[in-house]
């Protein structure tokens, strides 16, 4: 049983648009979930977090969205830029362990 | 630089073989973690270890041992490799392994057993 879920494998977005990047999650114990990025042929990225507690985490270009309601957290990066073409990771955290979701590849155009 | 060095970069095995992946962090950081990338999985936790001297069982354990006799070094070891143990791993670690402590990753290990 899949808990941390990211539905969309891909998603391209023209330059200076807006990238919004889903994920959704069934474990109500996760306390703190973050978002990494990865190039091909390295390692992810720490990118943004977000605690259970909060709704909201902002920096810089990225902004990070909870509902804990709905178990759902997004990225949105504005303005995008070509660089930020990479897989995007969520995962969650509970009892000091990580659970990752699948990624999503934006690829941003210019 | 400061950060995570995996090693080897990449390898060919023959199932059967044993094979230790290497990982040296200099950042003192507390905990260290080894996880496996396969295509359409994301990332799967495979070991970790809070600190020096302690280890606990993630998501795929099974098949890998690891030991943690330092803070800079967590070895992760396939004692008797198989075809389905092909993967990319990587080695993470953060200062503790608390709360809002990001994990730093290394470059990985691409590793085929045929």
């Known amino acids: 049983d899949q808990q941390v879920k990211q539905n969309s494998p891909s998603l391209s977005v023209q330059e200076g648009r807006i990238s919004i990047l889903n994920c959704d999650y069934t474990?109500?114990?996760?306390?703190?979930f973050l978002w990494y990025k990865k190039y091909p042929a390295e390692g992810p990225t720490f990118l943004i977090s977000?605690?259970?507690?909060?709704d909201k985490n902002e920096d810089g270009r990225f902004t990070v969205f909870l509902n804990k309601s709905a178990k759902h957290l997004s990225l949105h990066i504005v303005p995008s830029q070509p660089g930020d073409s990479a897989v995007y990771f969520c995962?969650?955290?509970?009892?000091?362990?990580?659970?990752f979701g699948k990624g999503t590849l934006l690829t941003v155009n210019p | 630089i400061a950060g995570i060095t995996q090693a080897p970069t990449s390898q060919i095995l023959a199932a059967g073989r044993r094979m230790t992946l290497r990982c040296t962090q200099d950042m003192r950081h507390n905990a260290m973690y080894w996880y496996r990338q396969d295509l359409g999985l994301g990332l799967r936790l495979i070991h970790y270890?809070?600190?020096?001297?302690?280890?606990g069982k993630g998501e795929v354990p099974d098949g890998y041992s690891v030991s943690r006799a330092n803070t800079d070094d967590f070895p992760l070891t396939l004692a008797s490799a198989v075809p389905s143990q092909t993967s990319v791993y990587f080695c993470?670690?953060?200062?503790?392994?608390?709360?809002?402590?990001?994990?730093?990753f290394g470059d990985g290990t691409r590793l085929s057993i045929l």
């Open positions: 993470a670690s953060s200062e503790t392994g608390g709360a809002g402590q990001p994990q730093h």
């Open positions: 474990n109500s114990m996760f306390d703190y």
């Open positions: 977000i605690s259970s507690i909060k």
């Open positions: 270890s809070n600190t020096a001297g302690t280890t």
């Open positions: 995962a969650a955290r509970s009892n000091y362990k990580l659970t």
